[in-house]
């Protein structure tokens, strides 16, 4: 069965560096989401991404984060400048079509933020 | 603000009895509702969705839909040690599809 996969699995960073962390959706999908969890709390939406532009994007998602499709397989989520607070787990999620779709999540990638 | 809401627990309940979990949701044109389950560490795996009012079953999993009340349930039958877990509710509410999570709640299963 096809499954969005994510890389890395872990990845620790100094604060202020840049981090991208990149998704395979599945490949006949055309709408593609990151979220994140900070441990111990909600999966929160940070943005949506469909025809090579972004949909909609939450108030977590500022100008730090930025999101691109550079082929046609992975989809990126690049933190510029990372802090303290980003440490989370980020989840890449996407669906073929908007409505009544069940997203399908990648298995995450831990960002450790020192 | 928009909201999904769900007891945090724990929910204890013995190897075998039925687990009853609630959500409630503040949108009132959200359209499509899923449970996600989620071990430690691990990415949500879907359980189950639901998009019109009453009961949908599949195997040990049934989830009630009430749209006039704002509310949708799961109810797990027999249930198992490996059924611990944190339950999520996620409502979709807009037309780019995207999810709006609940806090989760934690299942106890206990031998």
């Known amino acids: 069965e096809p499954e969005v996969t994510q890389t890395p699995s872990h990845q620790v960073t100094q604060m202020g560096q840049e981090v991208i962390l990149r998704c395979v959706p599945i490949?006949?999908?055309?709408?593609f989401y990151w979220y994140r969890q900070i441990l111990g709390q909600k999966v929160e939406f940070l943005v949506s991404?469909?025809?090579?532009?972004?949909?909609?994007k939450s108030e977590i998602f500022d100008d730090q984060f930025s999101v691109e499709r550079p082929d046609g397989s992975n989809f990126t989520l690049k933190i510029r400048s990372t802090k303290l607070e980003d440490s989370a787990m980020y989840f890449c999620?996407?669906?073929?079509?908007?409505?009544?779709?069940?997203?399908?999540f990648g298995p995450g990638t831990r960002l450790l933020v020192l | 603000q928009k909201e999904v809401e769900q007891n945090s627990g724990p929910l204890s309940v013995p190897e075998g009895a039925i687990a009853s979990l609630n959500c409630t949701y503040s949108?009132?044109?959200?359209?499509?509702f899923f449970w996600y389950r989620q071990y430690s560490g691990k990415s949500p795996e879907l359980i189950m969705s639901i998009y019109s009012n009453g009961d949908k079953e599949d195997g040990r999993f049934t989830a009630q839909l009430n749209k006039a009340s704002q509310y949708v349930s799961l109810l797990i039958r027999d249930s198992q040690p490996s059924d611990s877990a944190t339950y999520l509710c996620?409502?979709?509410?807009?037309?780019?599809?995207?999810?709006?999570f609940g806090a989760g709640t934690q299942v106890v299963v206990t031998p």
């Open positions: 996620a409502v979709s509410t807009d037309s780019w599809g995207k999810f709006q």
């Open positions: 991404f469909y025809n090579n532009e972004i949909s909609e």
């Open positions: 490949s006949n999908h055309l709408y």
């Open positions: 999620a996407s669906i073929r079509a908007y409505n009544q779709e069940t997203q399908y």
């Open positions: 949108d009132r044109v959200s359209q499509s």
